[in-house]
Protein backbone atom coordinates (compact mmCIF):
# COMPACT_ATOMS: atom_id res chain seq x y z
CA UNK A 1 0.00 0.00 0.00
CA UNK A 2 1.80 3.43 -1.19
CA UNK A 3 -1.04 5.68 0.94
CA UNK A 4 -0.59 5.86 4.87
CA UNK A 5 -3.80 3.68 6.14
CA UNK A 6 -4.36 6.72 8.81
CA UNK A 7 -5.46 8.98 5.87
CA UNK A 8 -8.13 6.49 4.27
CA UNK A 9 -11.53 7.81 5.01
CA UNK A 10 -15.08 5.76 5.08
CA UNK A 11 -18.21 6.24 6.26
CA UNK A 12 -18.05 4.84 10.18
CA UNK A 13 -21.41 2.50 10.76
CA UNK A 14 -21.19 3.56 14.03
CA UNK A 15 -20.62 7.42 14.04
CA UNK A 16 -22.92 7.70 10.65
CA UNK A 17 -20.14 10.11 8.92
CA UNK A 18 -16.96 9.96 7.59
CA UNK A 19 -13.99 8.96 9.67
CA UNK A 20 -10.30 8.42 8.97
CA UNK A 21 -8.76 5.37 9.64
CA UNK A 22 -6.31 7.05 12.31
CA UNK A 23 -9.75 7.68 14.26
CA UNK A 24 -10.73 4.00 13.95
CA UNK A 25 -7.52 3.25 15.56
CA UNK A 26 -7.50 5.45 18.07
CA UNK A 27 -11.69 5.73 19.27
CA UNK A 28 -11.71 2.32 21.35
CA UNK A 29 -11.06 1.98 24.89
CA UNK A 30 -8.16 3.28 26.31
CA UNK A 31 -7.46 5.10 23.05
CA UNK A 32 -7.27 1.96 21.47
CA UNK A 33 -8.90 0.22 18.08
CA UNK A 34 -12.61 0.35 17.69
CA UNK A 35 -13.82 -3.37 17.94
CA UNK A 36 -15.28 -2.94 14.57
CA UNK A 37 -11.93 -2.04 12.61
CA UNK A 38 -11.45 -5.39 10.72
CA UNK A 39 -14.86 -5.55 9.56
CA UNK A 40 -15.11 -1.37 8.02
CA UNK A 41 -11.71 -1.87 6.77
CA UNK A 42 -10.91 -4.74 5.40
CA UNK A 43 -12.56 -4.06 1.85
CA UNK A 44 -10.11 -0.86 1.74
CA UNK A 45 -6.80 -2.59 2.52
CA UNK A 46 -5.41 -5.88 4.15
CA UNK A 47 -6.10 -4.03 7.76
CA UNK A 48 -5.32 -7.59 9.38
CA UNK A 49 -1.92 -7.57 8.06
CA UNK A 50 -1.31 -3.96 9.16
CA UNK A 51 -2.49 -5.04 12.75
CA UNK A 52 -0.18 -7.38 12.84
CA UNK A 53 2.54 -5.02 12.09
CA UNK A 54 1.30 -2.16 14.82
CA UNK A 55 0.04 -4.64 17.54
CA UNK A 56 0.67 -7.44 20.07
CA UNK A 57 -0.37 -10.99 19.60
CA UNK A 58 -1.92 -10.80 22.21
CA UNK A 59 -3.17 -7.11 21.56
CA UNK A 60 -4.48 -8.33 18.18
CA UNK A 61 -6.38 -11.55 19.85
CA UNK A 62 -8.29 -9.38 22.28
CA UNK A 63 -9.18 -6.70 19.75
CA UNK A 64 -10.38 -9.62 16.85
CA UNK A 65 -12.44 -11.39 19.90
CA UNK A 66 -13.94 -8.03 21.16
CA UNK A 67 -17.78 -7.04 21.36
CA UNK A 68 -19.57 -4.04 22.17
CA UNK A 69 -21.56 -4.09 25.45
CA UNK A 70 -25.05 -5.06 25.28
CA UNK A 71 -26.94 -2.13 24.14
CA UNK A 72 -29.22 -1.71 27.87
CA UNK A 73 -26.05 -2.30 29.33
CA UNK A 74 -24.48 1.08 28.01
CA UNK A 75 -27.46 2.70 28.42
CA UNK A 76 -27.40 2.39 32.20
CA UNK A 77 -23.78 3.03 32.26
CA UNK A 78 -24.39 6.24 30.82
CA UNK A 79 -27.49 7.06 33.61
CA UNK A 80 -25.13 6.28 35.88
CA UNK A 81 -22.57 8.49 34.86
CA UNK A 82 -25.04 11.56 34.65
CA UNK A 83 -26.67 10.90 38.10
CA UNK A 84 -22.97 10.67 39.38
CA UNK A 85 -21.95 14.06 37.63
CA UNK A 86 -25.11 15.58 38.82
CA UNK A 87 -24.41 14.39 42.74
CA UNK A 88 -20.67 15.66 42.23
CA UNK A 89 -22.04 19.00 41.36
CA UNK A 90 -24.58 19.21 44.43
Given at each position: M?Q??D??????????????????R??????????????????R?????????????T????L??A??????????????Q?????????
Amino acid sequence: MNQNPDDLQRRCPRLGGPVAFKYCRLAGTDRRACWKIADCWWERFDVITYLKEILSETELKTLLEARPKPKMASILELIEQARNRANDNE
